[in-house]
């Protein structure tokens, strides 16, 4: 089946610095991606829709320029987390698909701010 | 948004069927039903979904209410591998949006 990968799958940062996340989907072109975020023992929080080519849509109370979301291509969108603080520690995860299809999941990213 | 209603935890034993119940009372006509369950620390996995019709395939089967605000998730024999927390989703929006509630945490006994 379609597969959706995510780089890195771990990492450490310090505060104050920025973190790009990767999410590409492998054999299957994704003009919408999802970024969604999770603190442990909770459920994903959807953050934004990444469209390929135009900006992308935030939830109400995420940043949209602590977060930057780029999709410059069909298989690609990143996750740049500006300025990190210590609170932004969490489970970012991606994905593709949906509706009336099965939507694919990236393996997940676990982002420590140190 | 339609909103799914599942029970927090369930608890089953190894080979045994398991039934995770969902309620979906606000569905409308177009959404469709989606499974996925989630290891610590993975991603989400795709299980099943439907429309109107039960569907079955190699991991889980689908029952679906015939006024479609129910939906019950079929593991016809469990495994420690199945030990998950299990979402039901119901709501798409425009952009197949998938709002993930809390999700039922699925406990296999050996």
């Known amino acids: 089946g379609a597969v959706v990968s995510q780089h890195p799958s771990r990492v450490i940062c310090k505060s104050g610095t920025s973190v790009k996340i990767e999410c590409r989907s492998l054999?299957?072109?994704?003009?919408?991606m999802f970024w969604y975020r999770q603190f442990p023992k909770q459920s994903l929080m959807l953050m934004a829709t990444?469209?390929?080519?135009?900006?992308?849509?935030?939830e109400q109370g995420v940043e949209k320029d602590k977060f930057l979301i780029n999709h410059a291509s069909l298989t690609l969108s990143t996750l740049t987390v500006t300025s990190a603080h210590p609170e932004d520690s969490s489970f970012y995860i991606c994905?593709?698909?949906?509706?009336?299809?099965?939507?694919?999941f990236g393996q997940g990213t676990r982002l420590t701010v140190v | 948004d339609a909103k799914t209603t599942q029970p927090n935890s369930m608890e089953s034993n190894e080979e045994e069927p398991v039934h995770l119940p969902c309620n979906h009372s606000?569905?409308?006509?177009?959404?469709?039903i989606h499974w996925y369950r989630q290891l610590p620390s993975q991603g989400p996995e795709y299980v099943i979904h439907?429309?109107?019709s039960n569907v079955n395939n190699r991991m889980a089967s689908l029952a679906i209410a015939e006024d479609r605000k129910s939906s019950t998730l079929i593991l016809h024999r469990a495994t420690l591998r199945d030990a998950a927390v299990y979402y039901c989703?119901?709501?798409?929006?425009?952009?197949?949006?998938?709002?993930f509630g809390k999700g039922t945490l699925l406990t296999v006994n050996p």
């Open positions: 439907g429309l109107t």
């Open positions: 990444s469209n390929e080519g135009s900006k992308a849509t935030y």
């Open positions: 989703i119901t709501n798409f929006g425009s952009n197949y949006k998938l709002t």
């Open positions: 994905s593709a698909g949906g509706g009336d299809t099965e939507a694919f």
């Open positions: 606000t569905i409308s006509g177009t959404d469709y």
């Open positions: 054999d299957f072109q994704a003009t919408t």
